[in-house]
């Protein structure tokens, strides 16, 4: 398909799934991407050493389809180091990581390498994602703004702390497909709280994105999860203490490494994390300050 082709027989597209105990979704999944139109692809999946039926499940249709590459941890580690794992064991030219509950329309893979021939310095491209929780109720919004295909690093940078003040439901970018050179540049998903909001920010810096503006995936969403809790479920090494403030200054110490970016350009970003960390503790203090007022209102009417 287009100027893209095999390199040393590696497949150009990699589906990465980490996964653990989701015996409940993962043949679904599995079976969801098999269909894709595109072709030239594998699909890698990481068990996090899973205690259900998940790996009898892979290791089925591994058997019948040799696409599907399938490997165990002989323990369990943390989720953030699991997403790396399936990133380091896959070979193809681009990448997409998924959870082990999501799907795809059946023209992602197709419709996002057509978007990338586009323009050859896309480094990440994003569609639209619907997210559906357990009730089967849909959270879905669309943003027709200004989006990450700016040339200006400094002003993607800004772009994606405005995105990270909004709603999840604009923008995703670590479910999104990437190109595998530039995503080897970055620190990847490291073992922190709110990484993947840190690694979309480096990303931003690395190149600009293309968009799709269609809905082409699909997440079952999981319940909100407190720091502490997350924390805790994902295994992860930090205290649950000022998790935001501790993310602003890993984003700022990413930012003054690169090179590429003149002193000007790092002093920029650094103001434009302080004002990002503003404006999220306003409106998370005056979501708060309407949570209290609702329920003195609620109190009352109730005397």
Not at 24 to 41: A, C, G, H, W
């Amino acid at each position: 398909m287009g100027k893209y082709t095999n390199m040393a027989n590696r497949p150009l597209v990699s589906i990465c799934i980490p996964v653990f105990n989701e015996e409940k979704d993962i043949e679904r999944t599995i079976t969801n991407v098999l269909s894709q139109t595109y072709e030239n692809f594998e699909v890698v999946i990481s068990d996090n050493a899973s205690t259900d039926k998940t790996e009898a499940i892979c290791k089925r249709i591994a058997q019948k389809d040799d696409r599907l590459k399938y490997f165990r941890s002989l323990k369990t580690s943390n989720q953030n180091e699991n997403f790396n794992r399936a990133f380091k064991l896959s070979k193809g030219q681009f990448t997409l990581w998924m959870g082990g509950h999501d799907w795809l329309d059946p023209s992602y893979i197709e419709q996002c390498i057509a978007k990338f021939e586009e323009n050859p310095e896309f480094v990440l491209v994003t569609t639209y994602k619907k997210h559906l929780d357990d009730k089967g109720v849909e959270y879905y919004k669309e943003y027709e703004g200004t989006m990450l295909d700016l040339n200006s690093p400094c002003k993607r940078f800004s772009r994606m702390l405005w995105f990270l003040t909004t709603t999840y439901l604009y923008i995703g970018p670590i479910s999104s497909m990437m190109r595998r050179s530039v995503l080897e540049k970055s620190g990847l998903i490291e073992s922190v709280l709110y990484a993947d909001l840190i690694l979309s920010l480096e990303m931003s810096l690395l190149g600009p994105w293309g968009h799709i503006s269609k809905c082409l995936q699909f997440r079952k969403q999981s319940k909100f999860m407190s720091a502490k809790e997350a924390i805790n479920r994902y295994g992860l090494k930090q205290s649950h203490q000022f998790t935001r403030i501790k993310m602003c200054f890993k984003v700022i110490r990413i930012v003054c490494k690169k090179d590429f970016l003149g002193f000007h350009e790092k002093v920029f970003c650094v103001i434009a994390v302080f004002k990002y960390y503003f404006i999220f503790q306003f409106k998370r203090v005056f979501r708060m300050f309407l949570r209290i007022t609702k329920n003195k209102t609620i109190i009352r009417l109730g005397e």
